[in-house]
Antibody, heavy 121, light 107 residues
Framework: QVQLVQSGAEVKKPGSSVKVSCKASGGTFSNQAISWVRQAPGQGLEWVGENIPILGTTKYAQKLQGRVTIIADESTSTAYMELVSLRSEDTAVYYC??????????????WGQGTMVTVSS | DIQMTQSPSSLSASVGDRVTLTCRASQTINSYLNWYQQKPGKAPNLLIY???SLQSGVPSRFSGSESGTDFTLTITSLQPEDFATYYC?????????FGQGTKVEIK
């Protein structure tokens, strides 16, 4: 069974960048579709982007396009999400999640524990 | 993008109550609808996928149904551990989108 373990909390200045990691254990990493979902304090869930290593495809939420990069290191079974030009509104818990890619289980069935990213001067 | 609208935004209920949460998609998504439960400070947990399939390990008091672009999550007998926020999410087309959530509180 795949487990996802994320890196620790980050505090960043506006205009800087942050890189969050998500290490997978169990299963075949390259077959997994790993998405990133964020949740601002007291708010709902927002999809950020997704990488599927075996297909070599990456997709991003339009509002973050150009500021977010998601990559996968298959040698270490680790996914990374980097967000640049940070703004206060990027303050959120960032989750990685495995998305099943075979019907009917095309849902986020495994989640990391979350990484709090705080953007503050 | 497909918009997901949940109602109500919050509700108060008692242990043992039957609770129904609704999610409406802005366009047809067939059965590509998933439900999650989230407790404070925790990651979301998948309850229902493909509109009505129960995720492994989830109690049978949870069920899902669909009618066109309207989807329903029903909890037949609310338990103390069910007080949480529930989100729907469509997996029909990218970008994957979530509803704004329904918070189930103790009456």
């Amino acid at each position: 069974q795949v487990q996802l373990v994320q890196s620790g909390a980050e505090v960043k200045k506006p205009g800087s960048s942050v890189k969050v990691s998500c290490k997978a254990s169990g299963g075949t990493f390259s077959n997994q579709a790993i998405s990133w979902v964020r949740q601002a304090p007291g708010q709902g869930l927002e999809w950020v982007g997704e990488n599927i290593p075996i297909l070599g495809t990456t997709k991003y939420a339009q509002k973050l396009q150009g500021r977010v990069t998601i990559i996968a290191d298959e040698s270490t079974s680790t996914a990374y999400m980097e967000l640049v030009s940070l703004r206060s509104e990027d303050t959120a818990v960032y989750y990685c999640a495995r998305r099943g890619s075979t019907w009917p289980l095309e849902a986020f069935d495994i989640w990391g524990q979350g990484t709090m990213v705080t953007v503050s001067s | 993008d497909i918009q997901m609208t949940q109602s109500p935004s919050s509700l108060s209920a008692s242990v043992g109550d039957r609770v129904t949460l609704t999610c409406r998609a802005s366009q047809t998504i067939n059965s590509y609808l998933n439900w999650y439960q989230q407790k404070p400070g925790k990651a979301p947990n998948l309850l229902i996928y493909a509109a009505s399939s129960l995720q492994s390990g989830v109690p049978s008091r949870f069920s899902g149904s669909e009618s066109g672009t309207d989807f329903t999550l029903t909890i037949t007998s609310l338990q103390p551990e069910d007080f949480a926020t529930y989100y729907c999410q469509q997996s029909y087309s990218n970008p994957w989108t979530f509803g704004q959530g329904t918070k189930v509180e103790i009456k």
